[in-house]
């Protein structure tokens, strides 16, 4: 219990870090709240015409809500390759402190920012007409999952510094698989459309179960005649946006360690 308490606050203390370092140099989070702002208007009125205006203006905030918490990810993956570069991790290292915490640390204060992320998304949804329509338990269930999948995807971009070691290669593995989980998914459009074996990919991304998962809690219906999928997945969206998120943790916060133990060790 000791332990568990002292790695708590060592990561307490290495996500306030961070923090500070957000606030004393604010172009770190430009991308972080003009990339949300950027794809709700280009989707929206570049796109949203076509494929149901009004009504799929409002469809299409909750995929929004998933790509955005997913393409943060890749800000943990520079920001901690950032600390490896600088040496930073190095003196963490030194000092008589958690493992965990430099690299729980990150997860947490990414979590934070990816908090200001979903409110900026959630705000300019209000703008083109997003509402919500259940009551406060949705409401509060939908945060919690979108947050829970932001910080499982985070220990992905942690997994990714870790064994790049710097921040131009952080940068690009960081980014290069982001696109096509976000967008062979159902987070903007139906997957009915889609080829048989992507339809199949995008039936289980957790990315269309996040979407489908945040519509659902918020009420956000599609617009008429776009397609729905069928299957455990689309059926279950809430169940299964929560469970691959504690899978992705699963999978990445031992490997992550397990990275970090062996750097550490050299």
């Known amino acids: 219990m ?4 002292r790695s708590v606050s060592d990561s307490g ?29 280009l989707l929206a009125f570049v796109f949203g015409g076509s494929l149901g205006g009004a009504q799929y203006r409002e469809f299409l905030i909750g995929g929004i809500f998933a790509q955005t918490l997913l393409f943060n990810s890749s800000f ?13 991790v190095d003196r963490y290292r030194s000092l008589p402190m958690s493992r965990i915490a430099v690299i729980l640390g990150r997860t947490l204060s990414d979590l934070a920012t990816s908090s200001l992320s979903l409110l900026v998304t959630a705000v300019c949804g209000l703008l083109i ?32 510094a870790l064994t790049a070691r710097s921040v131009e290669v952080a940068q690009s593995l ?9 967008f062979v998914s159902g987070a903007f459009v139906s997957i009915e459309g889609m080829p048989a074996p992507l339809r199949v990919v995008a039936e289980w991304n957790p990315v269309t179960a996040v979407a489908s998962a945040a519509r659902e809690l918020f009420g956000n ?13 689309a059926e279950n969206a ?3 946006a929560a469970l691959s998120s504690a899978v992705i943790i699963a999978v ?12 550490s060790a050299r």
């Not at 000791?2 to 308490?5: F, H, I, R, W």
């Not at 960081?174 to 976000?182: E, I, N, T």
């Open 2 to 5: 000791n332990a568990l308490m």
């Open 13 to 41: 203390v290495v996500a306030h870090r961070n923090l500070l370092h957000v606030v004393r140099t604010p172009g770190s989070m430009v991308a972080g709240v003009i990339q949300p702002v950027m794809f709700v208007l």
């Open 76 to 88: 943990t993956a520079v920001g901690l390759a950032n600390d490896l570069q600088k040496g930073i």
């Open 129 to 160: 007409g997003w509402r919500v329509t259940t009551g406060a338990s949705e409401v509060v269930l939908g945060v919690a999952l979108l947050l829970f999948f932001a910080f499982a995807t985070s220990w992905i971009g942690v997994f990714i």
């Open 174 to 182: 960081g980014l290069v698989w982001l696109f096509p989980v976000a």
């Open 221 to 233: 219906a599609p617009p008429p005649g776009l397609a729905q999928p069928t299957g455990w997945p």
């Open 238 to 240: 809430v169940l299964y």
């Open 252 to 263: 990445f916060a031992p490997l992550a360690l397990r990275r970090y133990v062996l750097i």
